[in-house]
């Protein structure tokens, strides 16, 4: 069998040896730069964060001139790959005419109507720059619409960083067994968290007794229709539907955060690809292609109360034609060359999918996968997960072990498990992904 390590100090030793110039860098930002990254999750990278100074297609080139097939993609939100050329030209005609306008201008009317085209469940948009900031909307929303304050969340499920909905995102076991919804971090354990009830994915029974006890507080359920955030795990047969069920029975509003699901799954996201139509559905990076953006889209009674100024949507950066240039463009390119595009996807995700559990599995390792096509998770553990606190047997070291020797052979993959496939990566590149694989396996 491989080494369980997969020669991780060796293989730790060499990656150093091709990347001083991002060490150096790394000690240089931390004089400067809190942490010397821009978002605490970059620190997990081993060796050290790596810089990069140039990406195209599914190929991602370090300041040291290394190069890497990248199952990254920025954390998920590249489904075009990086910089791809109809994106980049329309993008760059808008830098030309002006930045931001403060004001309107076509592109907000015109992504709007697309995405009306596309999205089950929308009737009106409104648009912000992140998934954290459109995830406040819909919950004003859902509380205005309904005089609740309160609302219902999953283990594992994560909808930004704000106070208000990181809570119980990656709780250990010891809090799960303290049955309360746990706040992350400093500063955000110092608020009271009352407004926020939370549930076990796929588990119908946690949230009948949760309304059992409180229908009358809740004003919303929201959830990642599939939880990519924690395990990449599926709704069960039914699960959508019952939410949809009961929060109907409750008149509380549904909505699901496709940050991650959004234009990935399906064009039509989770919704399509479900079959289940909520409320309202975020929407974040990926609209854009990678650009900063975000919308919300919903259904024409809820979305008035925002049309008519009953509830505050305000920002300076909204809609600006920068980001919606680049929303356009990625919903263009996803709507006209759509069947090609997701059949790619979907085959060439299941087929690397499918070959790396083979692969460990060959080399007797115990692990699973999950998810499906554009968005899977790998795990070093022996059953599948059907909820966050099941994730909670993998082996992490060994899977971070395993990522570190994949940068060793050239491929780029994200420390916690997920892997993201981009309609830059062709049949080849999963080819030599399998093949990187089976060298660290042998």
């Known amino acids: 069998m491989a080494n369980e390590s997969f020669g991780a100090k060796q293989r730790e030793e060499r990656v150093r040896a091709r990347t001083p110039g991002s060490l150096e860098r790394f000690d240089r930002a931390q004089e400067s730069l809190a942490g010397g ?19 195209y297609g599914c190929r991602a080139i370090d300041v040291d001139g290394n190069e890497y097939c990248d199952f990254g993609l920025a954390w998920g939100p590249l489904i075009l790959g990086q910089s791809p050329p109809e994106l980049v030209d329309a993008i760059t005609e808008h830098l030309r005419n002006g930045f931001t306008y403060g004001a309107q201008h076509d592109l907000e009317f015109q992504v709007a109507e697309r995405m009306v085209e596309i999205i089950p469940c929308c009737d009106l948009v409104c648009f912000a720059n992140s998934g954290t900031e459109i995830v406040q909307v819909a919950l004003r929303l859902a509380r205005a619409a309904t005089g609740r304050q309160k609302f219902l969340k999953f283990e594992g499920h994560y909808h930004g960083w704000d106070d208000s909905v990181l809570v119980s995102y990656h709780p250990t076991a010891a809090e799960i067994a303290s049955a309360k919804g746990e706040p992350v971090g400093a500063g955000a354990g110092q608020r009271a968290h009352t407004d926020v009830f939370v549930a076990a994915w796929n588990d119908p029974q946690s949230v009948e007794r949760i309304f059992a006890s409180h229908s009358a507080e809740i004003s919303a359920v929201i959830c990642e229709p599939m939880l990519c955030n924690s395990g990449c795990i599926p709704p069960n047969p039914g699960f959508l539907e019952f939410l949809r069920r009961i929060t109907r029975q409750y008149e509380v509003l549904l909505i699901f955060d496709e940050v991650i699901t959004g234009f990935r799954l399906h064009l039509a996201g989770a919704q399509g690809h479900y079959g289940v139509t909520p409320d309202l559905a975020t929407y974040a990076k990926a609209l854009g292609g990678g650009v900063a953006v975000s919308a919300l889209a919903g259904r024409h009674d809820f979305m008035e109360l925002i049309a008519s100024g009953k509830v505050v949507h305000a920002g300076t950066l909204n809609g600006n034609p920068i980001a919606l240039a680049a929303a356009k463009g990625t919903l263009d390119i ?97 080819d030599a992904a399998l093949e990187a694989a089976s060298r660290i396996t042998r």
Do not use: C
Not at 37 to 55: E, I, K, T
């Open 37 to 55: 990254v821009s978002s605490g999750l970059r620190r997990s990278a081993r060796p050290y964060p790596l810089y990069f100074q140039r990406g």
């Open 334 to 430: 996803l709507s006209r060359d759509r069947h090609t595009i997701y059949e790619g996807l979907w085959k060439r995700g299941e087929r690397l999918r499918l070959g790396l559990e083979k692969l460990l599995r060959d080399s007797g390792f115990k692990v699973v996968t999950s998810g499906g096509g554009p968005v899977f998770q790998l795990s070093f553990m022996e059953n599948q997960a059907t909820n966050y606190r099941e994730t909670l047997a993998a082996d992490q070291a060994k899977y971070r072990d395993f990522v570190l020797a994949l940068l060793d052979e050239g491929v780029l993959a994200l420390p916690d498990g997920r892997w993201y496939i981009s309609a830059a990566h062709s049949d080849q590149d999963i």
